[in-house]
């Protein structure tokens, strides 16, 4: 009994040499474990320490690059224009002849513009004919207007703003027309409505695109944030849709009369009438201003596309390709805005975003085109 006793009294309520023996050598265990765990932890700390200053180091070789290449590149245009102007001819001149004297395109891209160009006297033709007043050159059309009288030699779209009301009274109208059509997709990469003047003949290249505007009562930077929120409501309720976010996933361009598109057309809807209801967005008589649509606004630059109606009406004109076209009376603002110093050389010839695939383009029928442009 007296035996039975002990182990128990050993076992349960202090330690024996052998368990104090296995206990050591576990804390011990433990302890080489932990040194261990240290130094795995203190060679992570400093791989990162040194990615970091690597990082700072890259960053900074790359500011300095950077910064090299600014410095050769305004030494470059400085002997470039100097070589280039003439004797009695200012820099601005210069600048503004070289731009005019640019080779127009030629080849694929040649037709291509020549079928542009025609879209675009349709397109004015088809809007004088309805009474349709309230849109004019944006963009890349209206740089080209200002600065080459025409396209950019390697443009290949066109583009037009338009306000809201005007572009709805151009939809029924070609809702009748058998040459034409507005096209409309919700694209995901930007979160806009994709609005498109196009030939009905899917075989004729090219489009113009439409820029809606809404009028506004107040032009300022309030109204402009008001809007901004609106957009971010109507995004989140867009993406937080299952079969919105399921079509998006399967292509970032949705078609509006599909029936994921039709449900991103009701959410942007409701927050368009709530700013109407509330009386940001406005009819034209209320207007002090006009406002970028929010519905179609990708915010390029960070620019604030909010102006007051006296900066932008009466519209002013500008030639393009031998035709008088509308144009906001601040146009030089907002090409200063859009694209700094519009006569400076411009780094885009050859990295323009393609607006029309090229291997398509190649395999048009030139005399369908032709047909097009001059019938």
């Known amino acids: 009994m007296t035996s ?70 305004s030494k470059a245009d400085v002997r470039f224009w100097e070589l280039y102007r003439n004797p009695n001819e200012d820099n601005r001149e210069a600048r503004k002849r070289f731009f005019l004297d640019m080779p127009k ?11 542009l160009n025609r879209m675009l006297n349709d397109f004015a033709d088809i809007c004088a004919e309805n009474g349709i007043t309230h849109y004019w050159l944006v963009g ?34 070609l809702s009748a027309r058998q040459d034409y059509k507005i096209t409309v997709v919700w694209d995901r990469i930007v979160h806009c409505r994709q609005v498109r003047f196009a030939p009905k003949d899917a075989r004729i290249p090219g489009f113009i695109d439409l820029f809606p505007f809404d009028w506004v009562k107040t032009p300022d930077h309030g109204t402009f944030d008001r809007v901004q929120e609106f957009r971010r409501q109507a995004i989140e309720e867009a993406e937080a849709d299952s079969l919105i976010r399921e ?20 959410v942007f809807d409701a927050q368009l009438n709530e700013m109407r209801e509330k009386g940001i ?23 604030e596309w909010i102006s007051s109606i006296d900066e932008t009406f009466p519209l002013d004109f ?35 975003f393609e ?9 048009i029928d030139e005399d369908l085109i032709r047909q097009f442009v001059h019938r």
Request: net charge negative; aromatic share 6%.
């Open 140 to 173: 890349g059309t209206l740089l080209g207007a200002v600065r080459h009288h025409g396209f950019i030699p390697w443009d290949d779209d066109l583009d037009a703003g338009i306000t809201r009301d005007d572009l709805e009274k151009l939809s029924e109208v």
């Open 247 to 266: 079509a998006w996933d399967k292509s970032v361009y949705v078609p509006a009369e599909s029936d994921a598109g039709q449900r991103i057309t009701a």
């Open 4 to 73: 039975v006793f002990r182990r128990i009294r050993e076992r349960f309520f202090w330690p024996t040499d052998r368990s104090l023996k296995k206990l050591a050598a576990r804390v011990d265990d433990l302890e080489r474990s932990n040194a261990q765990l240290r130094e795995v932890v203190d060679c992570q700390d400093r791989l990162l320490r040194e990615v970091c200053n690597m990082t700072h180091s890259i960053q900074g070789m790359t500011d300095t690059i950077r910064r090299a290449q600014i410095a050769e590149g």
């Open 318 to 352: 500008v030639t393009f390709e031998g035709r008088e076209y509308p144009s906001p009376l601040n146009a030089m603002r907002l090409l200063g805005l859009a694209y700094g110093d519009i006569y400076a050389l411009p780094n885009d010839i050859g990295l323009h």
């Open 281 to 303: 967005v406005c009819a034209q008589p209320e207007a002090g201003g006009i406002v970028r649509a929010y519905d179609n606004m990708d915010h390029p630059n960070r620019v």
């Open 105 to 115: 395109a030629s080849g694929d891209i040649g037709l291509l513009q020549s079928a």
């Open 355 to 363: 607006h029309v695939d090229r291997h398509a383009l190649a395999g």
